[in-house]
């Protein structure tokens, strides 16, 4: 497996940069899938403090997979010119980051509602926000994120359908919470997934390290492996205690960040074989 290369998103870790790389490094990764740092939200940085945030990297030899934005996080009904606005932001963050690819998501459909009557709202705006990164040569990667317009599968493939250059992020929990079995999910798009975001899920819902729930994490692996997919983000979002007064309480709740960071790497680093 040396081949395969990990990430991890960075601002669910620790806020601050220097964390963020030392857990990193830590557990032998490649690099942040960077979403947050002490300067705030990827979308709303600074050019000084990207091209701060770019020398840190570079010192720590660590890569950016790509920027985990929020964009694309709002309701179907809500101001898209902001988004626009931080997007164009953003691209100017992926020149001085050194990516080419920026995560979005496709916008919340209100409950109860028929997702397929904002069909076209929705790709009218894919289609701004995709004009704009061609015009800069960045990549949109699409999340499958429950809630929104694309968190099933073939609401996801009819937005990669409708616009070839984007590419998939393939999250297996949030097709779990969507109510979607996983490897037919994968059997949709998988001809479209760049990577593929490593968490997982209990039956009643609570988040496990990769392999300990039903997130079919080991199959779903080595289809994409097979497939010549190599690159992985791995969620750290692992259960904290609120008080280690009570440690038995879940065995899959950690007395502190850096603990729950390290039990959601080993997981899936035992699942390819990697020893940590």
């Known amino acids: 497996m040396s081949s395969v290369k990990l990430f991890s998103f960075g601002g669910e870790i620790k806020t601050e940069l220097s964390d963020q790389i030392e857990a990193v490094k830590r557990n032998g990764l490649s690099g942040i899938e960077l979403g947050r740092t002490e300067f705030g939200p990827i979308s709303d940085i600074s050019f000084v403090a990207a091209c701060l945030i770019r020398k840190k990297l570079n010192d720590s030899g660590l890569e950016v997979l790509a920027l985990a934005t929020t964009i694309g996080r709002i309701g179907i009904k809500d101001d898209f010119e902001a988004q626009i606005e931080k997007l164009k932001n953003t ?161 899959f709740a950690y007395k502190n960040t850096d603990a729950a960071f390290d039990a959601a790497c080993g997981g899936f680093k035992a699942i390819i074989g990697i020893r940590s």
């Not at 996983?182 to 490593?198: E, F, G, K």
């Not at 904290?240 to 879940?250: F, G, L, T, W």
Request: charged share 25%; hydrophobic share 35%.
């Open 91 to 251: 691209l100017e963050v992926c020149q001085v980051l050194g990516t080419e690819k920026i995560r979005v998501s496709s916008f919340y459909i209100p409950g109860f509602e028929n997702p397929n009557d904002y069909r076209q709202l929705v790709i009218d705006r894919m289609g701004r926000m995709n004009e704009l990164a061609g015009s800069h040569g960045v990549t949109l990667c699409l999340e499958n994120l429950s809630g929104c317009f694309g968190g099933t599968s073939g609401r996801c493939h009819d937005i990669l359908s409708t616009f070839p250059e984007m590419v998939g992020i393939f999250n297996p929990v949030e097709f779990v919470k969507s109510k979607e079995d996983v490897m037919a999910a994968w059997d949709t798009l998988r001809s479209r997934i760049a990577y593929i975001h490593i968490s997982d899920i209990s039956e009643d819902g609570k988040p496990v390290p990769a392999g300990s729930g039903v997130a079919q994490i080991r199959e779903l692996t080595r289809k994409f492996i097979e497939r010549g997919g190599r690159n992985f983000s791995i969620d750290p979002g692992l259960t904290v205690r609120r008080s280690n007064k009570q440690p038995q309480q879940d065995r």
